[in-house]
């Protein structure tokens, strides 16, 4: 597994496809897609590569069609956005800028593998964004999958390792997704929460950031660490909880 292997991305997204049918649903419905026993409460908000996009807004999905006629007009100029506003639903909207994420397509080729979310956002007036039309201009254009915040934790991607299901022993490997110089997270991976079930076996898992505020951002390579269950995993599945929708782990070469 590769997913979400890259580093966030800030600059012009490729013209790309529309919403599927699919992807209106899961918005509207937070644990639609999940594989994941959904019986714990979903937190009011999602992180997408440190933006927040609210879980009352992509229950809404108020198209970007809705938006107000200067913000509609900028986020009809970005590439990413193509010519159907409604195709995006609208995260965050004050009268200086607005945020519109979609899902990501099968196929999409400027998505990072294993996103599944688009997320822009355009602004008034401000010096850092590139422009679009008139004072307004693109300031953020990324993919990301969208993580459950963690409370001074950063979520990575996670992966199998050389599993033994006959073992109680659960080899993983944590692919931390902040900067780091290309180092890995050893000694900073934390376990915040395990729940086995007859069927899964359910992770939390965060990366403590690293202390070097000046680290470069080539490729981090992947962490190995291990989770004790209470018994031997057996023909379950393990699934992250860190992300949503909470996906199956596969196996990692690293």
Do not use: Y
């Not at 699919?22 to 997408?48: H, I, K």
């Not at 195709?87 to 009268?95: H, K, L, S, V, Y």
């Not at 593998?113 to 401000?126: K, N, S, Y």
């Amino acid at each position: 597994m590769s997913a979400r292997r890259g580093l966030s991305l800030l600059l012009p997204l490729l013209a790309i496809a529309a919403f599927s049918a699919c992807a209106t649903d899961t918005a509207a419905n937070p644990q639609a897609e999940s594989v994941a026993d959904e019986t714990r409460t979903l937190p009011d908000a999602f992180d997408c590569r440190g933006t927040s996009v609210s879980r009352d807004a992509l229950e809404a999905a108020r198209p970007a069609s809705d938006a107000a006629p200067a913000a509609a007009a900028a986020l009809a100029q970005d590439l990413a956005i193509g010519p159907d506003l409604a195709d995006w639903i609208i995260a965050a909207e004050t009268p200086d800028s607005i945020t519109v994420v979609r899902t990501a397509n099968e196929g999409d080729p400027v998505a990072l593998e294993g996103d599944d979310w688009f997320l822009i956002t355009v602004a008034r007036a401000d010096q850092h964004a590139i422009p679009l039309v008139d004072d307004w201009g693109l300031m953020e254009s990324t993919s990301c999958a969208f993580a459950v915040p963690l409370d001074g934790l950063t979520t990575p991607e996670l992966g199998l390792g050389d599993v033994d299901r006959s073992s109680t022993t659960l080899p993983l490997l944590a692919l931390e997704m902040d900067c780091n110089s290309g180092r890995d997270a050893a000694g900073r991976v934390k376990v915040v929460e395990v729940i086995e079930t007859d069927t899964m076996v359910q992770l939390v898992v965060g990366i403590e950031p690293a202390k070097d505020q000046s680290a470069t951002c080539p490729s981090n390579p992947w962490t190995p660490f291990e989770v004790e269950l209470d018994a031997p995993l057996g023909d379950r599945t393990v699934v992250d909880l860190g992300t949503w929708p909470a996906g199956e782990l596969q196996p990692v070469d690293a």
